[in-house]
């Protein structure tokens, strides 16, 4: 289920305890959930242990110029979310279990999140 | 299912198909009406088809009456899809099919295309309707057009973007010492 635009939740033991140590009001979750926003190739090739992903947060009254807005149930996710293109990092494919899967955005959705990306790195056209 | 929520199902299929492909399922033209986009075409569609491949039937939705669509009782053609016109139909009719018709909607005003439409009628003033609702859009026009409305003051957007950081940092340092392992 490694595709473009996949959504997988990540659970808290790869993210919690560092985190702690270093925010020490860092509110407390279970999970995160992260968009896939690799190739089609990067993303089924084997000899390619990682993915791109880009965070996701259902704290949408955060939103700003980076973010892109997924709309529930787009993904799997059970609440309106935001795509942070500003918070963009790997995570190796062995953490992208099955059971982690939730679901894949819309073509439109990956767009929107690629076209934001581009903008965020500057590698859209006037930026 | 409604007629305003096979509306937004057709929609998203036939935006879903083109961003794939570069065509639409349907070939119909999407205008934005009252509740989002309408192709005017699936009105004379359905009438035709009544009775045959689809049964229109209105009946009591929740607390008003609705044009309801189901499969029709004597059919005289299958649809002859291709596999990916079958597999984004597919995806689409999942994940709409057990939604809300207003979930159906904010999820149709969701989609680049009519972002586009909603900022042209925030920079016109009012709701333009039967207007045409453009699916080639470059990605320059879909970053502007997708970027959401500011809600919250500058500092705390700040405050909330320094946490994320923070924990992304922790993601990747957790995931290279297992790979270390």
């Given amino acids: 289920m490694i595709e473009p635009g996949a959504v997988f939740e990540i659970p808290a033991a790869l993210a919690d305890p560092p985190q702690r140590a270093r925010d020490p009001n860092a509110p407390v979750r279970e999970h995160r959930w992260v968009l896939n926003v690799s190739t089609k190739a990067d993303s089924r090739d084997r000899f390619q242990e990682t993915v791109i992903t880009v965070l996701l947060s259902a704290q949408t009254e955060y939103a700003h110029r980076h973010d892109v807005l997924v709309r529930r149930p787009d993904g799997g996710i059970d609440r309106d979310s935001i795509a942070q293109t500003d918070v963009l990092f790997m995570v190796l494919k062995a953490e992208l279990t099955p059971d982690r899967w939730r679901g894949t955005v819309m073509a439109d959705t990956l767009r929107q999140v690629r076209a934001k990306l581009a903008e965020t790195l500057g590698i859209s056209p006037g930026t | ?181």
Avoid at chain 2, 7 to 23: I, R, S, V
Avoid at chain 2, 143 to 158: C, F, I, N
Wanted: charge should be negative.
């Fill in chain 2, 1 to 181: 299912m409604s007629v305003t929520k096979l509306q937004k199902a057709l929609y998203l299929a036939d935006l879903e198909h083109f961003t794939l492909t570069g065509t639409t399922l349907t070939g119909a033209r999407w205008v934005r009406y009252t509740h989002g986009p309408m192709a005017k075409a699936l009105v004379p569609s359905t009438q035709v088809m009544d009775g045959h491949e689809i049964d229109v039937a209105t009946e009591p939705v929740g607390s008003y009456d609705a044009r309801v669509y189901r499969p029709g009782p004597a059919p005289r053609f299958r649809p002859n899809l291709a596999a990916e016109e079958k597999a984004a139909l597919d995806r689409i009719l999942a994940l709409v099919g057990p939604l809300s018709t207003k979930d159906a909607i904010a999820l149709a005003y969701n989609t680049a295309p009519m972002r586009l439409v909603q900022r042209m009628e925030a920079e016109a003033g009012q709701v333009q309707l039967n207007v045409d609702i453009p699916f080639e859009l470059d990605d320059a026009m879909i970053a502007d057009v997708v970027t959401p409305e500011p809600v919250a003051d500058g500092a705390a957007v700040v405050a909330f973007k320094c946490r994320e950081r923070a924990r992304i940092g922790d993601l990747q340092e957790a995931a290279l010492a297992r790979a270390a392992r």
